[in-house]
């Protein structure tokens, strides 16, 4: 490899060399170790119908972060990386190609449409694993599986047939939610409730023996009144008590419908009376079994109407909806119209209005499952980061309902049961079954159904690894250690994923569950292509590069927390790669050297500047890999970037610049590059994984280029690669809290006169003279021992350190701890000049407080402006403040000298 930096770093080049590199080396992949411990993560599938979008990348990023880290701190790590089928999402894809060639599913039938489906999924099923490369994700992928693949398949089986065999999965006829749109069921999990501003329709209901007289229901969905078949009053309804057992007519239908009691109907809604509506309503069908009344269903599949309707026969449900209500008009039915704001749920998939719909369908009994998931959550066995998300999660599986698994679609695992046509036994077998178990008739008629597709994700973590065979993997890989995800699939999958955990292999899947947060744009939206808000992660890689994308991400992304995204806050990563790159380029072209001196280093050669910035970076590397432990990764980077921003290229590249630049000082250049080397070696090991890209060629470059000289070349660059070696451990003999502790008063006493500099218009490249004041013997002694530091960093010509000196005529000040700063203006400035430029200052500072104050003292303001902009008005009212107080010292200071 060159041993010379490139003068810019070039993104693309870097990051398709190193890639390839790792990827070919079988970097990324492992095998059962019994001498080391494993790290195991399973990625969250992504749909073989999916591209890289924001949300992806945020949820990848962790994961490889994690990875990373626990790979270079010695663990057998295992990432494993796949596809889901997406059963309803890739038959809709599908068959909207087929749809543009003028065919469909039915005309194809089933075995040709799941062969286009597999052709399809051929073509471009990995294109998301694709980009994940780009992302610099470093999966497993000689492990890659698809919940499809044979043996998955097999684990789907394997485990429906087992809960049936022990009662938890059963067949029934229920009120389920029904998507007209994609003709199947659908989980409660998977409906997506809005408020939609609706109306609460009054209508009257005669009664048979006196049509002159009426009871009055009141309706959100008047076309379900066609499948009435009672109405309910509350027994305690003194209103309706003497009506119950009364007959009444059903409007436009004419069938007769009875008045019956049930404790379930509030009194408080609408009129008291409500309609039933048994194959239409889930409360209204349970009411119905209560009392024995029959289901009427007046729906097709695909939302239109059918059943003992009259004209309405055909009709979309809300044609009818419109042509019932003027039909009621027209026969005084309508009492009165209310508006009425209610939740309506939609299907996840396609948005459409969901139907409550009487079907038969497969349910997992999901209580028993759920008992002893709860269980092992009030053991400790799974722990939440951040770990309010414990909460939430207990509260669905202490509210659990069965869980409808039957899709009536044709992509996705079947359901492995069979019907007997001659006595209509139902037979569950791992085998297709020859004949009937029950009357030996060998005609049997295979369910049509498939899962839905989250039963196969649930089995994710184990059936990855091979189950139901029990493999070398299952053994040493499962329990995974963490998990990575969304708060969106907290109820879908992750609950899921730990009862089938339990009931299938006795063992919760992971460890840990870290939830992050969404990725929304600038205004607080959800990303959509409706909103046409989207941000393409790939593009953003094209033009700021991987790493930049990756570190901005990152930055933004507090523990948890929401992330407010638009693409310029890009541009903070891209300039914290360059930053790291330059510096790194500068620590290069400074350690090159025609000959290799025969000197020996060691730390009694260091400079008081080495030891801190050993001692800095010991303790950046405790406090990073704390914050990695908590899956605090904004923590993480932050530290990193203060670190290496400030403490290494501001403060000490720029102190050690005249020891590196004597080449007559040998022992103490070469001291100076060793600690360079080191601390830029640690420095590439804790930024890498966050940044594995730019970090490899650094450090490929600098292994190269220490390669030839002992004395300056570091142990772990012997590796073939930064990502296979060892991560940095604090080293508390490195760390001396004392020399941190007198560095950060050098600084702040440095920043003082800098700011005298900069306030009194002082050129940066005009030395000056400083005077030191402080009380105490000991501190003046231990300032002594670092003039020279202070005078090269301050830009000094001279500086005096003395025992409660007093202020010079003609002298700015500052004031650090117990410490009075003063610096010589005498001949610097022109005073008169410098009054005026000031009072000029004053003048606009004080203007701009007013502005502020303004708005702060305007009640309505403060009000109805959000928080986060009051308290902004309110920070900056304090800041204009403090500037305030500091041009009138200022000011007062150049008063004195006249």
Not at 207 to 220: C, G
Not at 557 to 567: H, M
Not at 661 to 677: F, I
Request: glycine share 4%; with cysteine; charged share 30%.
């Amino acid at each position: 490899m060159e041993t010379e930096i490139p003068t810019k770093y070039n993104p693309g080049e870097v990051e398709d060399k190193w890639y390839s590199f790792w990827e070919e080396g079988s970097f990324f992949h492992c095998e059962p170790d019994p001498d080391k411990k494993p790290f195991t993560i399973v990625i969250p599938p992504p749909n073989v119908t999916g591209v890289l979008h924001m949300g992806h990348a945020l949820n990848n990023i962790l994961q490889d972060i994690i990875i990373r880290w626990r790979r270079m701190q010695g663990f057998n790590t295992l990432w494993m990386p796949g596809t889901d089928h997406a059963g309803i999402a890739t038959q809709n894809v599908v068959e909207r190609e087929l749809a543009k060639k003028g065919s469909n599913r039915h005309k194809l039938g089933r075995e040709k449409f799941i062969e286009e489906v597999w052709k399809w999924k051929k073509e471009y099923g990995s294109e998301i694993l694709r980009q994940l490369r780009k992302l610099g994700c470093s999966c497993d992928w000689e492990r890659e599986r698809f919940t499809m693949d044979d043996c998955l398949s097999k684990a789907v089986k394997e485990a429906f047939v087992k809960l049936y065999e022990k009662g938890l999965i059963y067949k029934g006829k229920y009120i389920i939610n029904w998507c007209p749109r994609c003709l199947t069921a659908i989980s409660d999990d998977e409906v997506e409730h809005e408020d939609h501003e609706g109306h609460l329709w009054y209508i009257r209901y005669p009664f048979r023996d006196e049509p002159h007289l009426f009871i009055n229901i009141a309706t959100t969905r008047p076309e379900t009144m066609l499948g009435d078949v009672a109405v309910a009053v509350n027994p305690d309804d003194e209103r309706y008590r003497e009506m119950i057992g009364e007959m009444l007519i059903l409007p436009v239908v004419g069938r007769e419908i009875p008045i019956i009691a049930d404790e379930a109907v509030d009194p408080k809604f609408g009129t008291g009376a409500v309609k039933v509506t048994p194959a239409h309503d889930p409360n209204d069908f349970e009411i119905g079994k209560r009392h024995n009344l029959e289901s009427v269903t007046i729906m097709n599949e695909d939302g239109t109407i059918t059943g003992d309707a009259g004209n309405y026969i055909g009709m979309d449900r809300y044609e009818c909806r419109e042509a019932l209500i003027e039909e009621l008009k027209e026969e005084k039915h309508i009492v009165k119209v209310q508006p009425h704001s209610h939740s309506v749920g939609h299907c996840y998939r396609c948005r459409t209005v969901i139907e409550p719909y009487l079907s038969d369908q497969w349910f997992v009994k999901m209580k028993p499952l759920a008992d002893a998931a709860i269980e092992a959550q009030n053991n400790g066995n799974v722990s939440f980061y951040p770990e309010r998300w414990t909460k939430v999660y207990m509260s669905w599986l202490e509210n659990v309902r069965d869980w409808c698994i039957s899709r009536q679609i044709w992509w996705g695992h079947r359901i492995p049961a069979w019907q007997c046509e001659s006595c209509n036994e139902i037979i569950i077998t791992r085998e297709t079954p020859e004949k009937c178990t029950k009357c030996g008739n060998d005609k049997l008629a295979e369910e049509t159904d498939v899962l839905d597709t989250w039963f196969s994700s649930a089995l994710w973590p184990f059936s990855t690894m091979g189950w139901p065979e029990e493999t070398k993997e299952l053994e040493y890989y499962y329990p995974t250690s963490t998990l990575v995800t969304d708060r969106g699939i907290i109820y879908f999958w992750v609950a899921r994923m730990v009862m089938m955990g339990l009931e299938i292999r006795n063992k919760v899947p992971f460890q840990d569950v870290y939830v992050h947060g969404t990725i929304l744009d600038e205004l607080g939206r959800k990303m959509s292509k409706s909103l046409g808000n989207g941000i393409d992660p790939l593009l953003m890689i094209d033009q700021y590069g991987a790493d930049a994308v990756r570190t901005s991400i990152i930055m933004l992304t507090v523990e948890g927390q929401d992330v407010k995204l638009n693409e310029n806050k890009f541009e903070m990563g891209r300039n914290f790669i360059n930053k790291v790159w330059n510096a790194a380029r500068f620590a290069m072209m400074n350690l090159q050297s025609d000959e290799l001196p025969d000197i020996q280093i060691t730390e009694d050669d260091y400079l008081f500047e080495d030891t801190w910035i050993i001692s800095r970076l010991n303790s950046v590397t405790e406090t990073c890999t704390n914050s990695l432990e908590k899956y605090r990764f904004n923590e993480a980077i932050r530290t990193l970037y203060e670190f290496i921003w400030n403490d290494f290229c501001d403060w000490y590249l720029e102190i050690i610049k005249p020891r590196l630049y004597n080449t007559d000082n040998k022992k103490g250049r070469m001291a100076a590059q060793k600690v360079l080397v080191y601390v830029l070696n640690n420095m590439l090991h804790l930024l890498h994984p966050f940044a594995p890209f730019m970090t490899e060629e650094i450090w490929q470059h600098l292994k190269s280029m220490t390669s030839r000289n002992k004395e300056i070349f570091v142990d772990s660059m012997k590796n073939e690669s930064l990502m296979i070696s060892q991560w940095p451990v604090r080293d508390e003999a490195k760390t001396e809290k004392k020399v941190i502790e007198t560095m950060t008063l050098l600084q702040d006493m440095i920043r003082a006169i800098r700011n005298i500099r900069s306030n009194m218009n002082i050129p940066n490249k005009q030395k000056l003279e400083a005077l030191v004041s402080v009380n105490d013997k000991r501190l003046k002694e231990a300032l002594d021992s670092h003039q020279s530091f202070l005078v090269q960093m301050a830009n000094l010509d001279n500086i005096e350190i003395g025992i409660d000196l007093e202020k010079p005529e003609s002298a700015a000040s500052e004031v650090v701890n117990d410490i009075q700063i003063f610096v010589i203006l005498e001949g610097l400035i022109d005073k008169n000049i410098e009054k005026e430029k000031q009072q000029e200052r004053l003048n606009k500072t004080e203007s701009h407080l007013n502005i502020v104050r303004k708005k702060l003292f305007n009640e309505s303001f403060v009000k109805n402006a959000p928080a986060h902009i009051v308290n902004a008005e309110r920070d900056k009212e304090a800041e204009l403040l403090g500037q305030i107080i500091k041009i009138k010292n200022i000011l007062q200071d150049l008063d004195k000298d006249n």
